[in-house]
């Protein structure tokens, strides 16, 4: 198709994010109209690339569409649970297909991951309307929001994005309005995560905000003083809404402790440990789990990628899509370690915070979102990205 060129291609990829920001769902019940323009734009938007960087993704993706699913057809696991596994699957290793997309067209592609983010932020302070102006009540009682969309990864993206953004505008003199613009973006994000008392998202937040600020102060002690001082006053102007918040947070803490992440490890374990076919090649896509993180219910997913790959592929099945998945991301960190500090690492952190709580502590890897982190990673080890002509600097 002549006119299906990359930068037309790029577009439909965006045009399907937004879609799936504005009208879908991190892992919606049916398939709706949205779900399916989303489908359609992404396949307009693949590239099928055979290099020698790529051969052993095409092998894992082969490995994982026919073995797994294999195992699946011979323990007579349900249909439906089968193609609810081999769908987030194929979202760890849409890098194949849309790898190019992130590093030819960074700036383009970050704003639009960033957008999901902050629409999800948006639709979910909306479901929360009627509690929103009262912070002692955020959290409490059965969630607003039945698709737990502030869950997901490109929340806490957006969030760390914007202010890893504001700050980069703010410190190039000329843009500071603009940058303190960008940066008050990530309150809908942070606040979204508060009203589902998010403490993981909230904490990386935190832990993000600090990391940035010794960094900038250790090389540009200057503009450490500066956000220091800002950051204590608007610590100040929202001490009378974050205090609520955190007393949540500690309240759930102790209530919930670890939500029961160690017992579920263990029941997955005890599966795992019943004969070598199990241990080397799982309960195949669809595997079932009586799960004590919530309530001993028989579900098809854990909170953690790494055990649900363990549970429901295998050692061998885990070890392989965990390589595929993270050695684009491991790759880019060595690159960016290697430099001096400066805003791809920045950009990188806001991506590594919501890789690691998907991969351990929550179940938001099964999403299109966490793919599209995934591809954040792509954007740096071959090409800088202040080089690229696309470039966000």
């Not at 004590?292 to 098809?300: F, S």
Request: with cysteine; charged share 10%; hydrophobic share 55%.
């Amino acid at each position: 198709m002549k006119y299906l060129t990359p930068s037309v291609q790029s577009y439909c990829l965006c045009l399907a994010m937004i879609v799936y920001g504005v009208f879908s769902s991190p892992t919606p019940d049916t398939i709706g109209l949205p779900e399916i323009v989303v489908a359609i734009l992404l396949s307009l938007s693949f590239r099928l690339i055979f290099e020698s960087n790529t051969i052993f993704s095409w092998a894992v993706l082969g490995y994982g569409l026919s073995i797994p699913t294999l195992v699946a057809m011979i323990n007579g696991n349900v249909p439906s649970d089968i193609i609810r596994d081999i769908v987030p699957f194929f979202y760890l290793m849409m890098s194949i297909f849309l790898g190019w997309v992130a590093l030819t067209y960074p700036q383009r592609f970050l704003i639009c991951l960033a957008g999901i983010g902050i629409m999800f932020s948006v639709r979910t302070i909306f479901a929360y309307q009627q509690i929103l102006l009262t912070p002692a009540l955020w959290g409490q009682g059965p969630p607003a929001d039945l698709l737990y969309l502030a869950n997901s990864p490109e929340v806490l993206f957006s969030a760390l994005y914007c202010i890893a953004e504001g700050g980069r505008n703010m410190m190039r003199g000329d843009r500071w309005l603009k940058g303190i613009l960008i940066a008050m973006l990530s309150i809908l994000p942070i606040i979204a995560m508060a009203l589902m008392t998010q403490r993981a998202g909230v904490g990386a937040v935190m832990i993000y905000i600090l990391i940035a600020v010794c960094l900038i102060t250790y090389h540009r002690p200057k503009w450490g003083m500066i956000f220091g001082l800002l950051l204590l006053a608007a610590g100040v102007v929202v001490w009378p809404v974050f205090e609520p918040v955190l007393f949540l947070l500690r309240q759930k803490t102790e209530i919930v402790g670890l939500n029961a992440r160690t017992q579920e490890w263990s029941a997955v374990l005890t599966i795992l440990s019943d004969g070598w076919g199990n241990l080397l090649f799982g309960e195949g896509w669809g595997g079932r789990i009586e799960n004590p993180a919530v309530g001993g219910l028989n579900v098809n997913y854990t909170h953690s990628l790494v055990s649900s790959l363990l549970l429901k592929t295998g050692l061998v099945g885990a070890v392989a899509i965990l390589t595929a998945c993270l050695w684009p991301v491991f790759r880019a960190l060595k690159g960016q370690l290697a430099q001096k500090p400066r805003f791809d690492l920045a950009i990188l952190g806001a991506a590594l915070f919501p890789l690691l709580i998907s991969v351990f502590l929550y179940a938001s890897y099964k999403s299109l979102g966490f793919g599209l982190i995934l591809l954040v990673f792509f954007i740096f080890p071959i090409r800088k990205l202040e080089k690229n002509t696309q470039s966000v600097r």
